[in-house]
C-alpha cells in the first residue's frame, strides 16, 4: 500500500515548492496567491498561479532554470506553469503578461525544451527558442514584441528566435530589435521591422507616446502615401506606340491595375479604422464613468444585482422569479455582460478591464 502513498504526497509537496523568488524590487509590487497579497520583497518565494502585479516599482524575478523575468512599473504577469529537471535541465514553462512591460530572458529550460515554453499576452502567444525579448501590453490588450540580444557578463552577445503567432498567423523574428504588433487575435501580427532603441526608452516611449516607434519604423522603411494625391483616372498610354507595345493594354488605368490596393493603403484605411475605434470606446468610457462609479459591492436594491470581489475572483449574481444567474469570473481577465430577465434587462456591465462579453437571456 505504501506504493502507491508516497508518489501522492510527493506530488503534493511539489504542488506548492518554490520555483524562483523576487531577487530585486524598487518601489512597490505584490504577490497575489489565491486570496492571499504577499508584499513584494527581496528573497519571496514564487509558486505555480502566482499573479505577480506592480504599482509604481521594478520587480526582477529568478527561476530555478537560471530564467530572469523583469516586470516594470505597472504590469501585471500570471505564472501558470513551471516544471523543471535540474538532472536534465528539461521542463515546461507558460507565463501570462496582461498589462505593461515585460522582459524575459531564457534559462535552461528555453535552450533544452524549446517546444515547452509559451509566454502569452491577450493578443498573441510567444514561442521562445533560447533567447531575450521584451513585451508590451496595454490597456485593450495590444502587444508590441520586440526581440533583444542576450548577452552576458563578458559582453558576449548572441541572437535567438522568437514566434509571434495568432489565430490568423506568426511571424518570426531572428534579429536583434526586430519587432512586431498586435492589436489583437484575430489578425496576422504586422511585418518585423527594427526598432534601434534604448529598451529604458522604449518602455516610457511606448507608455506615454500618440504614435509608437514601430509605427514611425515602418514609415521610413516604407513612406506613407496620401490618398488624396492618387489620381485614380491618370492616362499615359497615348506617349507609347500600339503598334510596338500592342493592343492589350492601351486602355489601363490604375482603377485597372488595382495598384491603388496595396499594402500601403490598406495599412492607411486600417490605421484611419483603428482610429475610429478609439474614438467610439473613449466615449463610450465617458458615457459610462458615471455608472461604474455607483457600482455596489453587495446587493444593489435598484438592479436587483449582487456584486463582490473576492480575490483571485469577482462575483456576479441576480435571481428573478425562477431564474437564476450565478457567475465567479477571474479578476485576471475583463467582461462586459448582457442580462435580460424576464422584464428585468441591463447592458454593458463592465467588471475588469478587457474585451470578453458575456450575454444571458432567461425569460418565461
Given at each position: 500500500?505504501l506504493?502507491?502513498?508516497i508518489p501522492l504526497l510527493?506530488i503534493?509537496?511539489?504542488?506548492?515548492a518554490?520555483i524562483?523568488?523576487?531577487?530585486?524590487?524598487?518601489?512597490?509590487g505584490i504577490?497575489?496567491?489565491?486570496?492571499?497579497?504577499i508584499l513584494?520583497?527581496?528573497?519571496?518565494?514564487?509558486?505555480?498561479?502566482?499573479?505577480?502585479?506592480t504599482?509604481?516599482?521594478h520587480?526582477q524575478?529568478?527561476?530555478?532554470?537560471d530564467?530572469?523575468?523583469d516586470?516594470t512599473?505597472h504590469?501585471r504577469m500570471?505564472?501558470?506553469?513551471?516544471?523543471?529537471?535540474?538532472n536534465?535541465?528539461?521542463?515546461a514553462l507558460s507565463m501570462?503578461?496582461?498589462?505593461g512591460?515585460?522582459?524575459y530572458?531564457s534559462?535552461?529550460?528555453?535552450?533544452?525544451?524549446?517546444?515547452?515554453v509559451?509566454i502569452?499576452t491577450?493578443?498573441a502567444t510567444i514561442?521562445?527558442?533560447g533567447t531575450?525579448?521584451?513585451m508590451?501590453?496595454?490597456?485593450?490588450g495590444?502587444?508590441?514584441?520586440?526581440l533583444?540580444p542576450?548577452?552576458n557578463?563578458a559582453?558576449?552577445c548572441?541572437?535567438g528566435?522568437?514566434?509571434?503567432?495568432t489565430?490568423?498567423g506568426?511571424v518570426?523574428?531572428?534579429q536583434a530589435f526586430?519587432?512586431?504588433v498586435?492589436?489583437h487575435?484575430?489578425?496576422?501580427?504586422?511585418p518585423?521591422?527594427?526598432l534601434?532603441?534604448?529598451?529604458?526608452?522604449?518602455r516610457?516611449?511606448?507608455?506615454v507616446r500618440?504614435?509608437?516607434?514601430?509605427?514611425?519604423?515602418?514609415?521610413d522603411?516604407q513612406?506613407?502615401?496620401d490618398?488624396?494625391d492618387i489620381?485614380?483616372?491618370a492616362?499615359?498610354?497615348?506617349?507609347?506606340?500600339p503598334?510596338?507595345?500592342g493592343i492589350?493594354s492601351?486602355?489601363?488605368?490604375?482603377l485597372?491595375?488595382?495598384?491603388?490596393l496595396?499594402e500601403?493603403f490598406?495599412?492607411q484605411?486600417?490605421?484611419?479604422?483603428k482610429?475610429?475605434?478609439q474614438?467610439?470606446?473613449?466615449e463610450?468610457?465617458t458615457?459610462n464613468t458615471?455608472?461604474?462609479?455607483?457600482?455596489f459591492?453587495?446587493?444593489?436594491?435598484?438592479?436587483g444585482?449582487?456584486y463582490?470581489e473576492?480575490?483571485?475572483n469577482?462575483?456576479f449574481r441576480?435571481s428573478?422569479?425562477?431564474h437564476m444567474?450565478d457567475?465567479?469570473l477571474?479578476?485576471?481577465?475583463?467582461y462586459t455582460?448582457g442580462v435580460v430577465q424576464?422584464?428585468f434587462?441591463?447592458?454593458?456591465?463592465r467588471?475588469?478591464?478587457?474585451?470578453?462579453?458575456?450575454?444571458?437571456?432567461?425569460?418565461?
Amino acid at each position: 500500500m505504501l506504493r502507491y502513498i508516497i508518489p501522492l504526497l510527493l506530488i503534493a509537496n511539489t504542488a506548492h515548492a518554490n520555483i524562483g523568488e523576487i531577487a530585486t524590487i524598487d518601489g512597490s509590487g505584490i504577490v497575489k496567491r489565491e486570496s492571499t497579497e504577499i508584499l513584494g520583497e527581496q528573497g519571496v518565494g514564487l509558486e505555480m498561479q502566482d499573479t505577480i502585479a506592480t504599482a509604481d516599482g521594478h520587480m526582477q524575478l529568478e527561476f530555478e532554470d537560471d530564467t530572469r523575468v523583469d516586470v516594470t512599473e505597472h504590469s501585471r504577469m500570471v505564472i501558470d506553469e513551471f516544471v523543471y529537471d535540474p538532472n536534465s535541465k528539461t521542463g515546461a514553462l507558460s507565463m501570462r503578461a496582461t498589462l505593461g512591460a515585460v522582459r524575459y530572458a531564457s534559462g535552461a529550460i528555453a535552450k533544452n525544451s524549446r517546444q515547452n515554453v509559451n509566454i502569452e499576452t491577450p493578443s498573441a502567444t510567444i514561442g521562445v527558442r533560447g533567447t531575450d525579448f521584451m513585451m508590451i501590453v496595454d490597456e485593450i490588450g495590444g502587444s508590441m514584441v520586440t526581440l533583444l540580444p542576450s548577452c552576458n557578463t563578458a559582453g558576449m552577445c548572441v541572437v535567438g528566435e522568437i514566434t509571434v503567432e495568432t489565430d490568423e498567423g506568426m511571424v518570426i523574428m531572428n534579429q536583434a530589435f526586430q519587432t512586431t504588433v498586435v492589436a489583437h487575435n484575430g489578425m496576422i501580427p504586422k511585418p518585423p521591422v527594427i526598432l534601434e532603441l534604448p529598451e529604458d526608452m522604449l518602455r516610457s516611449m511606448l507608455i506615454v507616446r500618440r504614435v509608437d516607434p514601430y509605427d514611425e519604423a515602418a514609415e521610413d522603411a516604407q513612406p506613407a502615401v496620401d490618398l488624396l494625391d492618387i489620381d485614380f483616372l491618370a492616362f499615359d498610354e497615348l506617349d507609347k506606340d500600339p503598334l510596338v507595345e500592342g493592343i492589350k493594354s492601351l486602355w489601363v488605368t490604375d482603377l485597372d491595375t488595382n495598384t491603388y490596393l496595396n499594402e500601403v493603403f490598406v495599412d492607411q484605411l486600417t490605421a484611419v479604422m483603428k482610429e475610429v475605434m478609439q474614438e467610439l470606446l473613449s466615449e463610450l468610457d465617458t458615457q459610462n464613468t458615471a455608472f461604474f462609479e455607483e457600482k455596489f459591492l453587495g446587493l444593489d436594491p435598484e438592479t436587483g444585482i449582487f456584486y463582490d470581489e473576492v480575490p483571485p475572483n469577482n462575483i456576479f449574481r441576480r435571481s428573478e422569479n425562477s431564474h437564476m444567474i450565478d457567475l465567479t469570473l477571474s479578476q485576471s481577465y475583463g467582461y462586459t455582460l448582457g442580462v435580460v430577465q424576464n422584464g428585468f434587462s441591463i447592458h454593458g456591465y463592465r467588471i475588469g478591464v478587457g474585451n470578453n462579453t458575456i450575454n444571458i437571456n432567461q425569460q418565461e
